[in-house]
């Protein structure tokens, strides 16, 4: 157990319609990113954020939108959903802003219908 | 083409072998080398980092850097069934500035 906590495990939701996923980092740490891992694209890094403020953004589309709150738990906003956006999203935490050592919680699974 | 390239295998070896997982990268200016393990339905956890070119060695586990031929190797020695998952090479090229680049991960089964 990585001490990440994401919620929810799974989520089934159809075209079109918008979902929140949430992410708590380990006790201690600053930062969080978030990844989207499909079969076909491999895990692809999509925002970090470190006490709250944004870090770097990778392939994140205009559609997806994060923050960080100020007890650092973070949540992902995914809206006007695809079919192609189903995929396992991961939420990751190290202690500092620059930091090798992510910790990943267990993702949640989206499937979009 | 892809900035990380890995074998998607699966790569099945038999109990005790030792197992050779390989990424080559694009991107010269990738510095940082990590090596992360994943479980079916877990989230990824790190194995091996290592900085620049060079050897690093953690118990069965030794990783490789050879930033001339733009290729890291992960070896496993005395392979376990314990062993079996997915194996995902990552890189990052700037200090501060935590963008990793993950391969798409090599399936490994090792059987008793």
């Known amino acids: 157990d990585s001490g990440v906590t994401q919620t929810p495990k799974h989520l089934i939701t159809a075209t079109g319609q918008r979902v929140t996923l949430r992410c708590s980092p380990r006790?201690?740490?600053?930062?969080v990113y978030w990844y989207q891992q499909s079969l076909d694209q491999g895990l692809q890094f999509l925002i970090q954020y470190y006490n709250g403020e944004e870090r770097a953004k990778g392939n994140i589309l205009e559609r997806f939108s994060a923050q960080q709150f100020p007890d650092l738990h973070s949540e992902l906003n995914l809206s006007s959903l695809e079919l192609g956006d189903s995929a396992l999203y991961f939420c990751?935490?190290?202690?500092?802003?620059?930091?090798?050592?992510?910790?990943f919680g267990p993702g949640t699974r989206l499937t979009v219908t | 083409q892809k900035e990380v390239e890995q074998d998607p295998g699966p790569l099945s070896v038999p109990e005790g072998a030792i197992v050779s997982l390989n990424c080559t990268y694009s991107?010269?200016?990738?510095?940082?080398f990590m090596w992360y393990r994943q479980y079916s339905r877990k989230g990824p956890e790190l194995l091996m980092y290592t900085y620049s070119s060079g050897n690093k060695e953690d118990g069965r586990f030794t990783a490789q850097v050879d930033k001339s031929s733009k290729y890291i190797s992960l070896f496993i020695r005395d392979s376990q069934p314990s062993d079996s998952a997915t194996y995902l090479c990552a890189m990052s090229a700037i200090v501060g500035f935590q963008k990793l680049v993950f391969g798409t991960g090599t399936r490994l089964l090792v059987s008793p």
């Open positions: 006790s201690g740490d600053l930062s």
């Open positions: 990751a935490s190290s202690p500092g802003d620059f930091s090798y050592e992510q910790y």
């Open positions: 991107n010269s200016a990738f510095q940082y």
